[in-house]
């Protein structure tokens, strides 16, 4: 069933089509709302529904407090698909509409490879019928059969007229919904229902300032395709990439990150685990530079101002809060030239 939504404070009512959410059909619309994850865990998208009535995908998501559950008429736009005509009052981003984000669609994929990395981490490759464009640093929704939906973002930028052969960096959750269908259920050569690309935190084009690109985990996905782009578009640009990681065991594609370095990027890698000190594993000739800690800590240490930076930010919801507080408010990073990917658990 097609119903029709009035955004509050936007011009004209927005087709929603039959399975679609209030925020893809708003975005395809070119409405500029806001959101994070797109997959209700940050409270990026939370919305007042004025009239009508939504079905939610996801009644006990993250995103709303109890008190938003309350009030009884607080949604989540990522979350929620009408089933009659209604009214939605949700915030007004600030500038004009990003016109470089290409429109989420729902498109069926088929797995190709899945190649592990490590015990608990693999790279998915999907084989898509036609070019998917989208921008580096972005992500996608996987969804499987019965429903549940798991953001990851693309380990590489797209190719120039869109790629038919998208990769991401995975990393299983003991006892997760998602991780049990992706390791252990799908099979190659079986098909996926894709939704996206969804993000805000994409390689901006045409600045001259130098970039810090920090990744933590498999927050290594976004980046990569961040730093390549950056590097690719301008080469005299200074690039600094830095990996966090608990284990030395947790660092992955090396071979992607010695092409990185051959393109100019200064690479830094960060363990947490102490006895890597003086056991550096075979292969870490790729990094300039290795140390014993905390990947922010190690950034707090190289640079005293980063104001004159672009800084591109991807990991755990923890290691990327930390770095804004310590990188904003310590190191007088610009926050209007931050862009963060938060991976919300």
């Not at 993250?62 to 939605?88: F, H, K």
């Not at 894709?194 to 805000?200: A, F, K, M, N």
């Not at 992607?256 to 960060?270: Q, T």
């Amino acid at each position: 069933m097609t119903v029709t939504v009035n955004f509050s404070g936007y011009e004209g009512p927005v087709t929603c089509g039959p399975e679609e959410t209030l925020l893809r059909a708003g975005l395809r619309a070119g409405l500029a709302l806001p959101y994070e994850c797109a997959s209700g865990g940050c409270g990026s998208c939370r919305a007042q529904l004025v009239d009508g009535e939504v079905k939610t995908l996801w009644p006990d998501a993250a995103g709303l407090s109890e008190r938003d559950r309350r009030r009884g008429n607080r949604i989540l736009m990522c979350q929620s698909i009408p089933t009659a005509n209604c009214t939605v009052k949700a915030p007004i981003l600030d500038g004009p509409t990003v016109s470089r984000e290409a429109v989420p669609e729902r498109v069926t994929a088929r797995l190709l490879g899945r190649e592990a990395l490590t015990p608990d981490t693999a790279l998915f490759t999907l084989d898509f019928s036609s070019p998917i464009d989208f921008l580096p640093g972005q992500f996608m929704l996987l969804e499987s059969p019965d429903g549940v939906r798991r953001a990851y973002s693309m380990a590489h930028p797209a190719d120039g007229a869109g790629s038919t052969t998208v990769e991401f960096i995975i990393r299983a959750k003991p006892g997760g919904a998602a991780s049990s269908w992706l390791f252990e259920k799908v099979q190659v050569g079986e098909e996926i229902l894709v939704e996206g690309p969804y993000g805000r935190a994409y390689a901006q084009p045409g600045s001259e300032r130098p970039a810090v690109c920090i990744a933590g985990g498999t927050g290594l996905a976004p980046i990569l395709a961040i730093t390549e782009e950056l590097l690719v578009e301008n080469r005299a640009r200074r690039v600094d990439l830095y990996i966090g990681a608990r284990m030395a065991g947790d660092i992955v594609l090396l071979d992607r990150l010695a092409r990185l370095n051959e393109l100019g990027a200064r690479v830094a890698v960060s363990v947490e685990d102490p006895d890597l000190a003086g056991n550096e594993p075979a292969g870490w000739d790729v990094f300039d530079d290795s140390r014993v800690g905390r990947v922010i800590d190690h950034v707090a240490e190289d640079w005293t101002d980063l104001s004159d930076h672009d800084i591109y930010l991807a990991g755990p919801a923890g290691l990327v809060d930390a770095a804004l507080r310590a990188l904003v408010r310590e190191r007088g990073a610009s926050a209007d030239r931050l862009f963060f990917d938060r991976f919300i658990a």
